[in-house]
């Protein structure tokens, strides 16, 4: 008995440090579950409208394709033609803009481009808006101009001193030029971009033959898609954005988001909606819901193409991705109470453009796929048992990327790569659009996207584009200058969540999980892209 009573306090007390231990290990979960399954709920309402926005314009643009919805049909545009007593005063008088900064690689060429576009040479102006800061690229493109006036090309070079408002500033003080009172109308093209000579024939008669169009954007057409994975991918998302998003929005509303170039205004447009404004980085984009608010119209023509350049570097991508990502969030916070409160519009175009242009496209969109599948759901793979619904993981996903796949069907096997990168730049459009809704930070930051001109030069082989090879101008960087902290840190949490899966899970997530981890590695390291040539070497 003596033994007895000798025994048990040894053994309450082993008891009691193991009770211990076990609620350690629970009390961290009673915190951690909760704060999971809101995340994880969160996530799955988010997932669902960005799957129902996919779906509408998937069941609206077959719509559009079967019943033959195209421009033509809708508008009339019947060709201008020079009338025997009016003659050339028949072609309403257009300004050609083409603002431009430091662009040594593409001004010859989009200078050359607009002033040979087909139009009667006394009823356009190409109007060159140089903020450049390098005196050597400004006295290059005044030359160029000059070079084009002595042809009887109508061309002005315009330069200012600042560079206020970046390309909005540009544009807006262009347009104060006196000799720009007598145009009707202006074509805007970016210093990358080349139309074709039939480019003002084929986009004007929509605005001389319907009062009520305000803008007639063309598509882009990417010529060094083919240069590298990068290009490739982004010529994968961008043509789902023109050939669905931009078509659902002109078949439907007659609303889309101005692309900011290879597009021609109805000066009265541009007037009624208040001009060019600076107050985002999205002056395109906040020009044409201005207008839209004031009941104009706008028209997207996809068969018209205008040749441009992909951003082929990781840095120049990032930056642009940031403003895309950014200024649109920013721009939502400044006008949301105005497109509310606006009464010129329907309440349905009100809530297209308050809840899927902006809030499920431009913010939804970019949160739910970096959130979701880079931190909630290889968190939710570290919880022992926690039930992950295959609805919201495996089956919405898929039919989201499919929709987005079938739009650059020569690319259809690279879906794994354009998943994965995808899923990459999320995290810099999620800091970006967080960045423009809380107003913070770089949220006016304006960064020039680097363009390398020999792309530009690539000869047409088949239905591919060749891009001459720049292996001989790679330049050598250090590794210092190669790396991105935050994809490398990513990186480690995914591959540790992935190892974890591999001893202790049950659904298999880490085939996904080591599959993104090597992305966010392979671009945390700086190996995606081309390579600039360096000028010291």
Known sequence: ?????????????????????????????????????????????????????????????????MLGRKPHTRYKCDALEEDLEQGNLAYPMVLVQIPMFNEREVYQLSIGAACGLSWPSDRFIVQVLDDSTDPAIKTMVETECQRWASKGVNIKYEIRDNRNGYKAGALKE?????????CDHVAIFDADFQPEPDFLRRTIPFLVHNPQIGLVQARWKFVNANECLMTRIQEMSLNYHFT???EVGSSTYAFFGFNGTA??????????????????????????????????????VGAL??????????????????????????????????????????????????????????????????????VVLPAAVLVPDY???KWG????????????????????????FWIVFENVMALHRTKGTLIGLMEVGRVNEWIVTEKLGDALKAKPV???????????NQRRFKFIDRINLLELAFGCYLLFCGCYDVIYGKYHFFIYLFLQAIAFFIMGFGYVGTFVPSSSN
Not at 321 to 346: D, Y
Not at 462 to 472: H, I, N, P
């Open 1 to 65: 008995m003596e033994w007895v009573w000798r025994v048990m306090p040894a053994t309450i007390s082993g008891a009691e440090e193991q009770l211990m231990l076990v609620l350690g290990q629970v009390k961290p979960l009673l915190i951690v579950v909760p704060l999971l399954d809101i995340s994880m709920t969160i996530c799955l309402i988010m997932s669902v409208m960005l799957f129902v926005e996919r779906v509408y314009m998937a069941v609206v643009i077959s719509g559009v394709k």
């Open 174 to 182: 262009g347009l104060k030029r006196s000799y720009v009172k007598e």
């Open 244 to 246: 669905v998003e931009q």
């Open 263 to 300: 597009g021609v205004w109805r000066m009265a447009a541009i007037e009624e909606a208040g001009g060019w404004k600076d107050r985002t980085t999205v002056e395109d984009m906040d020009l044409a819901i201005r207008a839209s608010l004031k009941g104009w119209k706008f028209v997207y």
């Open 305 to 374: 193409q205008v040749k441009n350049e992909l951003p082929s570097t990781f840095k120049a991508y990032r930056y642009q991705q940031h403003r895309w990502s950014c200024g649109p969030a920013n721009l939502f916070r400044k006008m949301l109470s105005e497109i509310i409160r606006n009464e010129k519009v329907t309440l349905w175009t009100k809530v297209h453009v308050i809840y899927s242009f902006f809030l499920v496209r431009k913010i939804i969109a970019h949160i739910v796929t970096f959130v979701f599948y880079c």
């Open 387 to 389: 039930h992950i619904p």
């Open 393 to 416: 993981v495996v089956y919405i996903p898929t039919i989201i990327t499919v929709l987005n796949a079938i739009s650059t069907p020569r690319s259809i096997h690279l879906v794994v």
């Open 462 to 472: 088949g239905d591919t584009v060749k891009v001459k090879s720049t292996a001989t």
